[in-house]
């Protein structure tokens, strides 16, 4: 079982950026499809990003072309750089691993785009 913790979020204008990583115990990380997640208030859940073992990315409409998730195996660690952040991206960001259709989940992080 993975435990994941999230960092790097926060406040930023329009325009702004921010990283956001994502750190996991257990040293079976390598084997999980990760993913970051948000949900703004009164929204579902949604997918940013996903990245699987073997490196491919798969992105949100949202996402494509600002946002680039990556990974380091050796570190455990998973991260979401966002670019050109706009006030709709405003929500909490989840960190997410799932093998075997059993999905664990980190505490998330705010992230807050306004002027």
């Known amino acids: 079982q993975l435990q994941f913790v999230e960092s790097g979020g926060g406040w930023v204008q329009p325009g702004g950026s921010l990283r956001l990583s994502c750190g996991a115990s257990?040293?079976?990380?390598?084997?999980?499809?990760m993913g970051w997640y948000r949900q703004a208030p009164g929204k579902p859940r949604e997918l940013v990003a996903e990245i699987t073992s073997g490196g491919s990315t798969n992105y949100a409409d949202s996402a494509k072309g600002r946002f680039t998730i990556d990974r380091d195996n050796a570190k455990n660690t998973v991260y979401l750089q966002m670019n050109s952040l706009k006030p709709e991206d405003t929500a909490v960001y989840y960190c997410?691993?799932?093998?075997?259709?059993?999905?664990?989940w980190g505490q998330g992080t705010q992230v807050t785009v306004s002027s």
């Open positions: 257990g040293n079976i990380f390598r084997f999980f499809t």
């Open positions: 997410s691993g799932v093998r075997w259709s059993t999905a664990y």
